[in-house]
Each structure stands twice: as structure tokens, then as C-alpha cells.
């Protein structure tokens, strides 16, 4: 597996991990945790936010490899 | 009337009596009945059995023998309720053996009990070396109840300061086939998300013998045939071990890359995800 696809692979579990924080924010009836997890949510966001263009640099530098 | 049948009628009619006057003292378990509870309720028992053998023979004296032993108790213990001087004669008080690791000798003795006698209790309460005590009381029914030092103390979320959330109890919402509508309407759920739980899980409403649903509205199953497996959510687990999966892969991308730049994207990554899977750490694991 090249570089590119392992670092789409983490993106993707990261962007699983935040729907399910959504879900588990919509499901709770705590406020308190409610909060929490629109929380965790939105920060597990700005990450994926960050490493989305790493996979632009890291296809940039190895075109060969470019699968979608 | 022979007499066998007189007796019979008699102890049918005592124990019916005594089923009414027993339950007199009060929701109070026999241990904790004061000594002179516990007496009077001997005294009525062994009236009643004297009687329904025809031992004693006048049905008056029985009577007003009964009615005292079971009034005058009544009497002492409304009494005891509203003041507090009587409560403390009737009753007891508590007695402190054990303060700030210290034994208090005296006050043993006038317990009339044995250095191994307070041994032994501390030991039924699990605790072995007295110093490990911050106050320990005899109370008034005989039984030791003991505070630990804070340092002894079990470990709570509390004390070592992890924030934990209020949870609400979980809900049964299936008992033996049958769905509890209020149970769901008070968590904001209905009939028709059981059923589409149920199908998911692939069970039949009729095979569930209970079922309950918890704060996060994860639903928990007991089948009849317990040969079946019916799987137990894990989707919280699962968030948490992504969570942790991904900060893991994020620190070997962090290690493995030559550039300055990236290496920083993927360890500060690393770091907020790490950050992230803390802070949810109670409400992630069940």
C-alpha cells in the first residue's frame, strides 16, 4: 500500500468516527453528553478538515500511484 | 367437640392473630427489633401457642395478657419516636470503639467486649489492621459500621477527579413478549424503533423474554432460548477503538515522514485525536 492510500484510510475511519460521535449526540437524552459529543465531533472535523490536503501534497508527489 | 378438633380451630385462630400482631413493630427485619421488641414479640408468640394447646384455659386473661405485650411496645416505640431523650433509653445509643486509629478502651470495656471480640468484627467488615481506621461505631442492634481512613478508602471516579455523567436507569422495554409503551415514550422512543432494533438483530418480538434500552438508547436483549447469540452493542467500543486506531496510524505517519511540515500536521493530528478519545472516555466505555 503506498503512503497516499494508508493516509485515505485513517481519513476515512476518522470521518466514520465522526458520524458515529453525530449519531451518538443525536441519540442521548444527557444534555451534558449531548454537548460533549457535538463537541468531539466537530473537533474530530477540524482534523480530517487538516489532513485533507496532505493527500493532494502526497498524490502530487507520487502521481503514479493516483487511484481516485 | 372431641378435643382435637378445638385445638385445630384454636391454632387455625392463633395463627391468623399472630400474623396481624407480628406484623405490628413495624418494616423493621427481627435483627434490628430492640431487645424489648424482641421480647415482647417472644411473649406473644408463646401466649399464642399456650393458648391454641389449651394449656391455659380462660380466653379473657389471654386477651388482656395479649393486648399489653402488644400496646405497651406500641406505646414505647411511638414515644421513642418523638422524643428524644426516651429513643435514647429504649433504644440505645451508638458507641464510638475506634477513633482516628485508636482503640478506645474504655469504652470496650463498657461494652463488655473482648479485644478479639472487636477483632473479629473488624475483620467481618474486611478490615484487618486497625490503624487503617477512622471511626468505627458499635451501634445500638450490635453491629460494627466502620469509616476508613481517606487513603484506605476504594478508589471512585470521584477521587481521582474523572468527570462522570449523571446516567439515567436503564428502562425495560420488553418484558415476555410484550412491549412497555410508557417504558419507551420515556425515552423519547416508540413501538416502531423496538420493532426496527428487533429486525436488525434479526429476533422475533415473541422470543425475547426482556429487554432494555440504556441512556445512550443502546438495547440490550434476553432471548427464551438462550442458545441463541444476539449480539450485544459495541458500536461505542468500536468509536473508541477507531478513535484510537487513527492515533496510532497518525503517529507512525508522523514518524515515517521525512518532511518537517508534514510530520507536524500528523503528530498535532495525533495529538487532538488523543485529546478527543480522553475526553470521551466515560461516556465511550459502558
Redesign the interface.
Same mark, same amino acid.
Given at each position: 500500500m503506498t503512503?497516499a492510500s494508508?493516509?485515505k484510510? =485513517?481519513l476515512s475511519?476518522?470521518k466514520?468516527?465522526q458520524a458515529?460521535?453525530e449519531s451518538?449526540a443525536i441519540? =442521548?437524552?444527557?444534555q451534558?453528553?449531548k454537548q460533549?459529543?457535538t463537541?468531539?465531533a466537530q473537533? =474530530?472535523r477540524?482534523?480530517v478538515n487538516?489532513?485533507e490536503p496532505?493527500i493532494q501534497?502526497l498524490e502530487r508527489e507520487e502521481p503514479q500511484y493516483r487511484q481516485f | 367437640m372431641p378435643e382435637w378438633s378445638i385445638i385445630l380451630l384454636r391454632v387455625i385462630g392463633v395463627l391468623f392473630l399472630t400474623l396481624l400482631l407480628v406484623r405490628m413493630p413495624g418494616r423493621k427485619s427481627l435483627s434490628r427489633l430492640s431487645p424489648f421488641e424482641l421480647i415482647s414479640v417472644l411473649v406473644i408468640g408463646f401466649t399464642a401457642a399456650l393458648w391454641s394447646l389449651n394449656l391455659i384455659g380462660d380466653l379473657l386473661t389471654i386477651i388482656i395478657a395479649l393486648a399489653v405485650w402488644v400496646l405497651i411496645p406500641q406505646i414505647f416505640s411511638i414515644l421513642s419516636l418523638k422524643s428524644k431523650k426516651f429513643r435514647d433509653i429504649y433504644r440505645g445509643q451508638e458507641t464510638i470503639l475506634v477513633h482516628q486509629g485508636k482503640v478506645l478502651e474504655e469504652k470496650l470495656l463498657r461494652e463488655k467486649l473482648s479485644p478479639e471480640d472487636l477483632l473479629s468484627m473488624l475483620r467481618s467488615n474486611r478490615v484487618f489492621n486497625f490503624a487503617d481506621i477512622e471511626m468505627a461505631v458499635l451501634e445500638p442492634d450490635g453491629e460494627l459500621n466502620l469509616l476508613l481512613r481517606k487513603e484506605q478508602q476504594p478508589l471512585t471516579p470521584h477521587s481521582i477527579g474523572i468527570p462522570m455523567?449523571?446516567?439515567?436507569a436503564p428502562q425495560t422495554v420488553l418484558i415476555d413478549g410484550n412491549i412497555m409503551e410508557e417504558k419507551l415514550a420515556a425515552?423519547?422512543l416508540n413501538r416502531h424503533w423496538l420493532l426496527t432494533e428487533l429486525i436488525k438483530l434479526g429476533v422475533a418480538v415473541e422470543n425475547v423474554f426482556m429487554g432494555q434500552v440504556d441512556? &445512550?438508547?443502546q438495547l440490550y436483549l434476553d432471548l427464551f432460548d438462550d442458545q441463541i447469540k444476539v449480539p450485544q452493542p459495541t !458500536? $461505542?467500543e468500536? %468509536?473508541r477503538a %477507531?478513535?484510537n $486506531?487513527?492515533q496510532a496510524?497518525?503517529e507512525l505517519?508522523s514518524l515515517?515522514?521525512r518532511a518537517d511540515s &508534514?510530520k507536524k500536521?500528523?503528530s498535532?493530528?495525533a495529538r487532538? !485525536?488523543k485529546? !478527543?478519545s480522553t475526553?470521551?472516555e466515560s461516556?465511550l466505555s459502558r
Open positions: 503512503v494508508q493516509v484510510q =485513517t475511519s476518522l466514520s468516527a458515529s460521535l451518538f441519540e =442521548t437524552q444527557n451534558m453528553a460533549l459529543f463537541d468531539a473537533q =474530530t477540524n482534523v487538516i489532513l496532505r501534497d | 455523567l449523571q446516567e439515567q425515552l423519547g441512556s &445512550a438508547g !458500536i $461505542k468500536m %468509536t %477507531t478513535l $486506531k487513527c496510524d497518525l505517519f515515517s515522514s &508534514a500536521v500528523y498535532d493530528a487532538d !485525536i485529546n !478527543i475526553g470521551l461516556l
